[in-house]
């Protein structure tokens, strides 16, 4: 006798299946995980994570992007909320932790939604209406900013910096982060920034404060001089190389067999005529500073070809790397030559002074071009710092600050930061809650009261009563003080406009449009089906 079909719960043919919302309460639970991970994170006084990857190598960071794209996350929700971050480093490049905190106090309120019968697809259309209301909110109250202010500037990166790792070191990287960026770009045209033209190169030795901003070339090794080369000049017409300064070998898995001594020295005197040949088609174009590209399948130079280019006073700078190529021939305007046929002096750049200097606080030696007469609108920073981690940490940092000074340039509006933001659109969305209809009335409030995690995890990462210092806030907003924000220094409410703790306001508005998005894709998943 056929099994009787088991009961249907009841209502559930009209009403969402079971099975839906067992999944949504699961992906909201992983996505949370994942952002309750990095929440202590958020703000001048969050915790830094030390992360041990597969082979052994050490990461100190607290930059979100950095901290979620090199965790193992298995569950397909937490890595929407990875991708999420990454999107929020390429859009804005700052407020990475603060869009994940976002997503998950916003998939808090949605489970309180859910639990009171709303739809999630009405959920998620208030969220969208609600985060228009709020870029809009944010627009009213964001103050223009000038390129040509650098104070300005470096007031907002101050405040990105205070965040990081460096933070004691803003005073030295703020003005830097800025004056990279404002030098590869036309202040008054420019909609946006290439990063790419800027160029960190990374130096063991000395401290973060030595870290310096040259306007030309740092090679991070210095000049070969066991052949007694110059290591300074003045005037310098530059070469770049591609083709291997040493004798041509045989093709793969061949062998010439030298059977006496006189076939010896002839191929010794060969190579020497033909390397001499080289070197001497160097010289003739007037090069007198000669770059040359590593090599694979054969030496790119040999201690021949440096002894002629030597005799010559040529200095060489030896293993550029190929990915630095593009990169060097726009900083001097040379162009790479392939053959040495087509060395000729048209093909070669310009710089006033080339030299090999010392780095501060270490033995290391690096060669610097200044003075470049043909700029393709390119910078060089060169980094310094005790050790590797805390030189990758510094890398990511001014990386993050230039990217602030890059969302100014793409939005020239600044608004304050300390949580006051995101204090005022909560404020003033609850006000427009009260007006509001049914559903969109509760979706509105419960997305304004998510966003109230911002100051309150702020408060709380510094060691103050959140309650007391998010109730206080409130009160000074109601109060029509659009700035006022926790002041993580001073232990208290203050104005952040006057504290000049400032931040883009494309850093704000994308947080909020992309953690929207993101909790809008999670509520509207209600099944999970495996492709094996």
Do not use: W
């Not at 900013?145 to 990287?173: E, G, M, Y």
């Not at 003045?234 to 190389?241: E, F, P, R, T, V």
Request: net charge neutral; proline share 2%; aromatic share 4%.
């Amino acid at each position: 006798m056929a099994e009787a079909a088991p009961a249907a719960v009841k209502g559930e043919t009209f009403n969402e299946r079971q099975k839906g919302k067992d999944i949504r309460m699961s992906n909201i639970v992983a996505a949370k995980a994942v952002a309750t991970a990095i929440r202590t994170s958020l703000g001048p006084r969050g915790m830094d994570k030390m992360i041990q990857k597969g082979d052994g190598e050490v990461l100190i960071s607290n930059d979100g992007a950095t901290i979620l794209s090199q965790m193992s996350v298995m569950h397909p929700t937490a890595k929407m909320l990875v991708e999420l971050s990454k999107s929020q480093d390429v859009e804005a490049g700052d407020g990475t932790t603060t869009v994940c905190v976002i997503a998950g106090a916003l998939l808090d309120a949605c489970g309180s939604l859910l639990s009171k019968g709303i739809h999630p697809t009405i959920i998620a259309a208030s969220f969208m209406k609600a985060t228009a209301l709020a870029e809009k909110i944010l627009e009213d109250i964001s103050i223009p900013v000038d390129l040509a202010d650098r104070h300005s500037l470096i007031s907002a990166v101050t405040t990105c910096l205070s965040s990081k790792v460096v933070s004691q070191n803003s005073d030295v990287l703020s003005p830097i982060a800025v004056d990279s960026v404002l030098g590869v770009i036309d202040a008054s045209t420019a909609t946006n920034v290439d990063l790419r033209d800027i160029r960190m190169v990374r130096q063991v030795g000395g401290t973060v404060d030595d870290t310096e901003l040259v306007n030309g070339l740092v090679f991070d090794k210095g000049a070969k001089k066991s052949a007694g080369g110059p290591v300074k000049v003045d005037g310098a017409k530059i070469g770049l190389i591609q083709f291997c300064l040493s004798a041509p070998k045989t093709d793969m898995e061949n062998n010439v067999v030298v059977s006496d001594y006189a076939a010896m020295d002839r191929i010794l005197r060969e190579e020497r005529k033909f390397i001499l040949g080289l070197c001497k088609k160097i010289k003739k174009s007037g090069c007198n500073v000669l770059l040359i590209q590593k090599s694979i399948l054969r030496d790119a130079y040999n201690e021949l070809s440096l002894h002629f280019l030597a005799k010559m006073d040529i200095m060489v700078v030896t293993d550029i790397e190929r990915t630095d190529v593009e990169f060097i021939a726009r900083t001097l305007g040379c162009q790479p030559v392939a053959h040495i046929d087509s060395m000729t002096k048209e093909k070669l750049g310009f710089a006033e002074n080339v030299g090999e200097v010392s780095a501060a606080g270490s033995g290391h030696k690096v060669v610097k071009m200044t003075g470049v007469k043909n700029p393709g609108k390119t910078m060089t920073v060169l980094l310094r710092g005790s050790n590797k981690l805390v030189l990758a940490e510094a890398d990511r940092s001014v990386h993050d600050a230039q990217c602030v000074v890059r969302s100014l340039v793409k939005k020239r509006f600044m608004i304050a930061g300390g949580g006051a933001a995101e204090t005022e659109v909560s404020l003033r969305l609850k006000e427009m809650a009260q007006s509001m209809t049914g559903m969109e009335a509760y979706c509105t409030k419960e997305y304004a009261n998510a966003l109230e995690v911002v100051p309150y995890t702020l408060a709380e990462n510094a060691g103050l009563n959140p309650i007391n210092f998010v109730t206080e806030l409130r009160k000074a907003h109601a109060e029509g003080i659009h700035g006022a924000g926790i002041n993580v220094k001073k232990n208290k409410v203050t104005d952040m406009y006057k504290e000049n703790v400032l931040q883009p306001l494309l850093v704000s508005t994308s947080a909020l449009n992309l953690a929207t998005e993101t909790v809008s894709m999670i509520l509207k998943i209600d099944d999970l089906v495996v492709v094996m």
